[in-house]
């Protein structure tokens, strides 16, 4: 495995660079500076808002670019994002369609924050975990000055069994993704983590060839077959083992900067 060449990597947060506590680990910020001094783009790519992914990278947050909400929206510093919308029409056509599903809480994810409704304190602990900048309002449908990213529905069984089978004939007219057990995403069409890493590497004149991505769930399959050097962590979803080229480490084992500690090592000893 020749890592030698890489100039981007990207990886997601969720089950991927975060352990099972939501930790990143502590050494992970020293690998990261080791690969800023070898040039190589670093992207942190989730189906969670863009405020709760810097809140984890902090450190980093100058120095990294941000896919949010599933690659609806794009972040790097000091340039305008790139956003890929749901247009006000065909939110409430499929708010109709989840209002039907009982036992299953809805989010509207906006760029400026994201919206709820008031499901009790339990659900708004673990949802504040993943949306740090949220507010409760008493009705969804209400005209929300903001612009519409991603409507994310949580299910506190399966998300799979429970929620995907009222929307799948949905599939040919939006992205519909099962982005972790509880959590079932729907977007635009193009707003997925893939076509925001072939966004990337067309700005940026690199190839899948020199592209390294960590996944473990569905929702990272399109940026997984964005790259030649694609890993599933050894926690992921069949069908994210299937689809990757390689297989690393679990997130509770440091998967990720497994890999990178390999990677660090080959280029260094190309420049030395």
């Known amino acids: 495995m020749d890592l030698s060449k890489i100039k981007l ?18 050494h992970f910020f020293d690998i990261f500076n080791e690969i800023k001094k070898l040039g190589i783009t670093f992207v942190a790519a989730s189906g969670r808002q863009y405020y709760s992914i810097i809140d984890k990278l902090t450190p980093i ?24 919308d749901i247009n006000r029409a065909t939110y409430l056509t499929i708010l109709d369609i989840l209002k039907k599903i009982n036992g ?10 994201s919206y709820i409704t008031d499901y009790g304190a339990d659900f708004i602990n673990m949802f504040s975990e993943f949306y740090n900048q949220y507010e409760i309002i008493d009705d969804l449908s209400n005209a929300i000055n903001d612009t519409y990213l991603k409507i994310a529905v949580y299910n506190q069984y ?7 089978p009222y ?7 939006l992205k519909i993704k099962i982005s972790g057990k509880n959590w079932l995403d729907l977007s635009h069409k193009l707003a997925n983590k893939g ?10 004149n690199i190839t899948p060839e020199e592209t390294l991505v960590f996944g473990d769930y569905n929702n990272d399959l399109e940026m997984i077959q964005q790259a030649k050097y694609s890993f599933a962590m050894d926690n992921a979803h069949p069908t994210i083992i299937n689809a990757a080229n390689y297989r690393t480490k679990s997130n509770n084992e440091e998967g990720v900067e497994y890999i990178l500690k390999q990677l660090i090592s080959q280029q260094q000893k190309v420049i030395y």
């Open 9 to 26: 990597i990207a990886t997601d947060m969720d089950g991927t660079l975060l352990n099972s506590k939501g930790e990143v680990s502590s």
């Open 158 to 164: 399966d998300a799979e069994k429970f929620i995907y």
């Open 61 to 84: 947050k100058d120095d990294i670019i941000v896919i949010a909400e599933n690659g609806a929206i794009t972040i790097e510093k000091d340039k305008e994002p790139q956003i890929i």
């Open 104 to 113: 299953s809480q809805i989010i509207l994810c906006g760029r400026k924050k």
């Open 167 to 173: 929307v799948k004939h949905l599939e040919n007219d």
């Open 195 to 204: 076509h925001a890493i072939q966004q990337l590497q067309s700005n940026l």
